[in-house]
């Protein structure tokens, strides 16, 4: 009899390819071929309890998806810069308690705040350095939260054949697209909440910027995030969709909690 190259979960996993979760704002759940990886994952209410007092409140608009102490097989969390909804000491405890061995990706000008934060010694990475954990390879790209900083990073993640690239918080600058266009990116997860200073927080691609972004590095899908978490920091994806639609991008928009399964 002549066996398979591939059969039955092997071949599942080549057919369906990563299966992706949205757990609200910036944050992912990746999952190919039984590693899971976490990116930027805020599961808490800290921020809405910190500024509950203050001048600038931080209103939920989406419910929790999940408590982290409940996901208890996970490989690899990641964080692309030292903010509360990317870095957040009461998601990553539990999640740690959960998961003895989980290992965290970060970029090294942030290596002191991770100690603090989550307890453990990250791996660290800087713009164009790269590291494999678990299994998964991640390449650090530089990102601008609207400046240019060692503290700021997005992340192409490679999951066997498949690259995904999470932004983190950035907005476009020169250089960018000629560090992704090489990585021939499958799936894009880009910030499409803007900016303005009357926020008084750092911003994000607009709707149509990240839209642009996507086209010229040539992603062949592209999602959006950090949005529909907090009331006075959202937009709606309209601008993003509208725009992708007249460059002719892919775009998947994904509710909280959602599955996405790619396929090429």
Same mark, same amino acid.
């Given at each position: ?8 979960? +092997? ?24 590693r ?25 608009? !989406?419910?929790?998806?999940v408590?982290? @102490? ?20 009461? !998601? ?5 308690? @959960? ?29 164009? !350095?790269?590291? +494999? ?6 390449? &650090? ?6 400046? =240019?900083?060692?503290?700021?990073? &997005? ?20 250089? =960018?697209i ?5 990585f ?9 909440? &803007?900016?303005?200073? +009357? ?10 910027? @990240?839209?642009?972004? @996507?086209?010229?590095?040539?992603a ?29 991008v ?10 996405? !399964?790619?396929?090429?």
């Amino acid at each position: 009899m002549i066996a398979c190259a591939k059969k039955d979960d +092997e071949l599942l996993a080549d057919i369906c390819g990563p299966h992706l979760w949205w757990l609200g704002q910036s944050g992912f759940l990746l999952h190919f071929r039984k590693r899971y990886v976490l990116l930027d994952p805020y599961l808490s209410d800290s921020l809405t309890k910190k500024y509950a007092a203050s001048d600038k409140p931080h209103v939920r608009m !989406t419910e929790l998806a999940v408590d982290p @102490a409940r996901l208890e097989f996970i490989d690899v969390v990641s964080s692309s810069h030292g903010h509360t909804d990317h870095l957040d000491p009461e !998601t990553l405890r539990p999640l740690f308690a @959960a998961n003895p061995d989980l290992k965290i990706v970060a970029p090294a000008a942030n290596r002191d705040v991770v100690r603090e934060r989550a307890g453990v010694e990250p791996i660290v990475l800087e713009d164009q !350095t790269s590291a +494999e954990v678990a299994g998964v390879v991640f390449h &650090g790209i530089a990102a601008a939260h609207e400046e =240019l900083s060692p503290a700021y990073l &997005g992340y192409v993640v490679e999951f066997g054949p498949y690259r995904i690239y999470h932004s983190g918080d950035c907005v476009p600058y020169d250089g =960018l697209i000629e560090r992704l266009r090489p990585f021939k990116v499958d799936v894009a997860l880009l910030p499409i909440n &803007g900016r303005g200073p +009357e926020r008084r927080v750092a911003g994000n691609f607009t709707g149509a910027e @990240a839209a642009r972004l @996507a086209h010229e590095m040539g992603a062949r899908v592209a999602i959006p995030m950090h949005y529909d978490m907090f009331t006075f920091n959202t937009a709606p994806p309209d601008e993003f969709v509208n725009e992708a639609a007249k460059l002719g991008v892919r775009v998947h928009v994904m509710r909280c909690g959602e599955r996405f !399964t790619y396929v090429r």
